[in-house]
């Protein structure tokens, strides 16, 4: 054989395996018409339990094909999706005593395939939750809170829990409880493997009660989704959803101008300035969603595990002192186009929010007189020092961009008062790595660290102050898997903290979050920047009128089933 | 030849072994799977992160994770599980990879191997019609410059080449999206779809491959023009050429069958030396084209820590590797009657 005729016969192999695959590869195309809605996600869904995954793409895929009990408007409002009213103790479904909720499902509900949705499904999804064997990682808050679980009847269930629970949308509605498992699917599963934790039905789901079914998954490229014609509220008007992965968001955006996405639901805040000249027939809307971007402080004790954060950060002077250097406003307007502002609550954009307490401003004059004040005063070089220790933080965060140019603005600010940092960042991977192993903010590898911290919109219990500011939850070698990286430790908030979970009283619950508000704005544990948006782009050009986008603590889909495409 | 062949594969026994433990060893320690949770909104709890620590076998010290990667845990004690009521006990259901068990994935709960599966067919699509046309676009650029060295042509082609050999695949890989797609529509021109492997036609699907071919293709192109270009030059000022144009032979025939037969011989080694990483992917361009390969497959479980999945590309590129040094080694006999292997 000649290199020409080698040639030619590879050529010929790979044009033909190229075909093979194309053929094996085969799929119900696909136009981008009045049918379809191509929406761009950055992440590939890692799973499709709900149960099973922490990743916010995953349970976003999962909200388009699996309904919930109840879900949130965009404007926070509870709507009853498969229960016929939301309990509470006027209509009787939630005992005097908080302890016990009766919940009604809508008559002649039914799943995908058929079969009837019956408050069966419900009991078996809680016995799944509760039963350890199963290990749903995300069903924690419900499997320690709830004793018993019982049919009243086909359409009808009660719950009876170890203490007053007065948020049931925690326990039954979105966000506690958004996937409902088909018992017909899943109880054969769980009786041959004994767990449902690895079963083939999670990753590829047949049997759904959302507003769509997934058709196909081509992993590492998208996913197919059609209409559900036994969906409560009806089939969509929008027949099919197709969801592209790009994983590039640079790409993702270019595929959006270019007309190739109708809908993106990750735009970066740093990105929308771009975004929208991109093409002016872009939307976009932002939804506060709860998450909120802190710098956090490292005031672990030396001697019990954690590396102890830089001295200086022990005296409440210079934490508060760093919140005074800081100038947020511009970060947020210059950084962030002007989509989020300042905060100073961890409440915040939530109705428990003390609004009284207002923002710290930036005073970097007030910033520079505590911290001489507290004996840091500026030493030859412009650093500030204090018996030979010089003002000196390290600061980290991920690797995500959006952050690290924060990082780069924070540093010039802070070298104004004489506060020298050190920028550091890390893959996620390691920098919320476990203490056993080694995980850079859990063995205090930081002085100050920047993530971000969440907080319900709908009950005033906030998950951040309960876990990640409790004494209780301090990280060290006697409790390695501790949630409080801080080392804060404050008694008197862990009581309020215990007020907002379990009081009955809602007047008293919200005195107890002005309280905790009170005092992480005194003693600054963390120093919030900012609300994180949840901010969508679409396409106007392809949708009729106005789209409806859910809260990000609910369901952005929420109203998909009233989206309509020209 | 047959007792060459045993030898180098009985060699690279122990070699891949030693290389499995230190890649081991690195993957684990670059991060942690349970990181995840640290930003979600329903953390689980230091309860629940323990059984899945236990589960994966992640609490166990790594020379004993290791072992198990190799051997399995189904002959090991069972594991103890905390519960509400005491302990349980599961036994380990992992057989190692001797016995053919790659691992679960620790994000998906598939096992491994079904990853690579599902991303291989498409990274080979992508790379071997790029590779492809490279050294075939290489062969034919390189011999034409070296024949006509210091021409207007040759110094034209080496330019362009070196542009793009200097210019980074993702800035490359952006403008050609910014140009054919996206100003392609501006312009009223129709736009060259991408962004995955299309709607499973073969026509979109090759028209999805335009883009990212070309920018593989562009980026890769000027390293063996050179490498052909200079590896002809050395030859064409041989003796044996010069006797071969005075016996009169046509100026083509000397080109092909006397001076690039022998320049080819290089030419073999380095794309001996290629060929297995064709199997690892494109990680920038299969990530800006949003390309289901294998290189976006690496990076996105060394963002979770998957060191099952990470292990397994990565052995799959080891053992590539081999065996292709010993293919190089065995054509060369058949390119090079000289060359004996005893």
Redesign the interface.
Known sequence: MT?KNR?RF??AF?LS???V???I???????QDSSTLVVGFAQ?P??MNGF?S??AFAQWANDLVQASLYDFTDELQPVPVLIAEIPSRENGGISEDFKEYTVKLKPGLKWSDGKPLTARDLVFTYEMIEN??N?M??G??IR?ALEAVELVDETTFRLKFNAPKPFPEDLIGS??LSSILPEHVFRPIFERDGTL??A?E??NPTVFSGPYVLREW?????MLFEANPNYVFGEPKIKRVLI?????T??QY??L????LDYVPNVSEGDLPRVAASNPNLKLVTVFG??IESLWMNLQEEGKGPRAGHPALKDVRVRRALRLAIDRETITKELLAGATSPTDSIYSRSPFENKELGVTPYAPEAAAKLLDEAGWTLGPDGVRQKDGVKLELRYSTTTAGWRNNIQAVIQQQLAKVGVSVILEKY????????Y????I?ATGQYDIGQ??N?TALTNPAN?TVD?ALSCAQIVSDDNP???NWTGFCNPEMDAASNVTKTSLDPKERLAAAYKIQEILRDEVPLINLFPRGDNYAYNTTRFVGTIRIGSGVGNQWFDIMNWELK | MTRYILRRVLQSIPLLFIISFILFNFTNSLGDPLAIYAESRNRPSARDREIILKRLGLDRPILEQYLIWLVGNDWMPPVEIPTDNGVRYERGTRRGVLRGDLGISFVTRRPSWTRIEERLPWTLVLMIPSYLITVVLAIAIGIFSAVRQYSFWDNLITSVSFFFYSMPIFFVALLSIYIFAVQFKRWGLEPIKWGGTGDGTFASLLQHMVLPVFCLVAIQLAGYVRFIRSSMLEVLNQDYIRTARAKGLAEGEVVRRHAFKNAALPLVTLIGLDLPFLLAGAVVTERIFAWPGMGRLFIESFERADVPVMMTILMVLSVAVVVFQLLTDIVYTWLDPRIRYS
């Not at chain 1, 590869?25 to 136009?31: H, I, L």
């Not at chain 1, 081509?218 to 998208?222: L, V």
């Not at chain 1, 101008?257 to 190739?260: L, P």
């Not at chain 1, 056993?436 to 995980?439: H, L, V, W």
């Open positions: 290199i040639i590879a050529l790979v395996l190229a075909m695959l194309a053929g590869g085969a799929a119900p195309t696909y136009a590939e890692d799973n099973y922490a990743m350890p064997a290990n990682v995300q924690g808050a320690d966000p506690g934790e690895n083939e999670n990753q081509k992993r590492g490229e998208s592209r992965f790009f994983p590039d640079d790409s270019a595929a101008a270019a007309g190739q709860g998450y893959p996620a991977s390691a920098y919320f790595g476990t056993a192993n080694n995980g903010l993530f971000a969440n998950v876990e898997g501790g949630n």
